[in-house]
């Protein structure tokens, strides 16, 4: 009974030790390199291809903690794309998934990590800093 006992104390330390603690990261993006490739029709068409890889500031956007990189196609032309990319930081990487949309705040879902970040599950909240969308406010919340 005694040897069960410490193999059940073992397993649950362990398991609480792994547990990815709740964290919210508030971040600033700067589009660097959006590039949108012309694959459907001419023009804004369902099948076009957004790539980006841009850097990552803390939420004054002054200080670059890291960068993302990733791509989106698009599925409903003048409204939103399908994206998934990788947001890099030094304690490690977080992947995100999820529609971009044309008008108005994106709501995305983060699939996993590496480092810090590993299981980490979520949502990210982007927000566009200005009309010209050079810069996005993205809201992590992770689990």
């Known amino acids: 009974m005694h040897k069960s006992l410490s193999i059940l104390v073992a397993v649950a330390t362990l398991a609480t030790g792994s547990a990815l603690a709740a964290e919210h990261l508030q971040l600033v993006e700067r589009d660097a390199t959006e590039t949108t490739i012309d694959i459907g029709a001419k023009g804004d068409s369902v099948g076009d291809l957004l790539t980006f890889a841009n850097p990552v500031f803390d939420a004054a956007n002054k200080t670059q903690l890291g960068s993302d990189q990733?791509?989106?196609?698009?599925?409903?032309?003048?409204?939103?794309?399908?994206?998934?990319?990788?947001?890099?930081?030094?304690?490690?990487?977080?992947?995100?998934?999820?529609?971009?949309?044309?008008?108005?705040?994106?709501?995305?879902?983060?699939?996993?990590?590496?480092?810090?970040?590993a299981g980490a599950k979520g949502q990210l909240k982007m927000h566009k800093r200005d009309g010209k969308a050079t810069a996005y406010d993205f809201s992590y919340d992770l689990l």
């Open 70 to 117: 990733g791509y989106c196609v698009r599925v409903i032309a003048g409204k939103s794309w399908e994206c998934i990319w990788t947001l890099s930081l030094k304690e490690g990487q977080i992947t995100i998934e999820g529609p971009f949309l044309d008008v108005g705040d994106s709501l995305f879902s983060v699939t996993g990590g590496t480092g810090k970040y």
